[in-house]
């Protein structure tokens, strides 16, 4: 059956450190994956979309890698501050009319 | 300014009863979706509608039903309201909704206690 994984529920790191986070899958056969960030109370919001046929996108500091051989994204996060404590959810594009597919989300707890 | 907007905020009510929640996005967005999020956080697709036409209608009870008059609105309706049906349920929204590349925009989600 096809199933998303996120490494942890949560993951507590201190500040300053490089936060990584994974999110594999099976048994899909995704052209595009998406990393989302969700605050309590709130609705997730987009972060980075990397495609298949790219090995890593960065966004300030914010480092996505795609490795679909081993079918699986790691989101980095360097330089972590306590505002960057959230929900991370991974999703995937299956193809079928922007249909995402996420993940069951990691927590993060960055503390001073 | 909000981009994509529900009502109510927070739903209360008994079993059985008949609730509406309702969306509407200004994004001038092709696509509207909703979601289901469970205790446990894990977010599900359960409908997509592009340009007031359904795409996606994932296996949800028929107890709910969504209607779109307009590709700004996106409405939800549960009739029959099952203890399960508690959840916080979200709208978003997409330009095309056609295409992989497409990076959805959520509201602020809808949190409905079924007693």
């Known amino acids: 059956s096809q199933k998303i994984e996120q490494n942890s529920e949560a993951l507590n790191i201190q500040e300053g450190k490089t936060a990584t986070l994974t999110c594999n899958y099976t048994n899909y056969s995704p052209a595009y994956l998406q990393w989302y960030r969700q605050d309590p109370g709130r609705g997730p919001v987009f972060l980075l979309l990397?495609?298949?046929?790219?090995k890593e996108k960065r966004k300030e500091r914010l480092k996505v890698t795609f490795d679909t051989t081993l079918k699986q994204s790691l989101f980095h996060i360097t330089a972590s501050q306590p505002a960057d404590s959230a929900t991370y959810l991974c999703a995937l594009s299956t193809g079928t009319a922007s249909k995402l597919t996420f993940g069951t989300g990691t927590r993060l707890q960055v503390t001073l | 300014d909000t981009a994509v907007s529900q009502t109510p905020k927070y739903l209360v009510t008994q079993m059985g009863n008949d609730k509406s929640i309702k969306c509407e996005q200004n994004l001038g967005h092709d696509t509207m979706y909703w979601y289901k999020q469970d205790s446990k956080k894990f977010l599900k697709i359960m409908f997509s509608y592009n340009n007031k036409e359904l795409i996606i209608n994932e296996t949800v009870p028929n107890r709910f039903s969504p209607k779109s008059p307009d590709k700004a609105h996106l409405n939800l309706h549960i009739n029959s309201l099952e203890l399960g049906d508690s959840a916080v349920y979200f709208c978003a929204s997409s330009q095309r909704g056609l295409a992989d590349t497409d990076t959805q925009y959520f509201g602020p989600g809808t949190r409905l206690t079924v007693l």
């Open positions: 990397i495609r298949e046929n790219e």
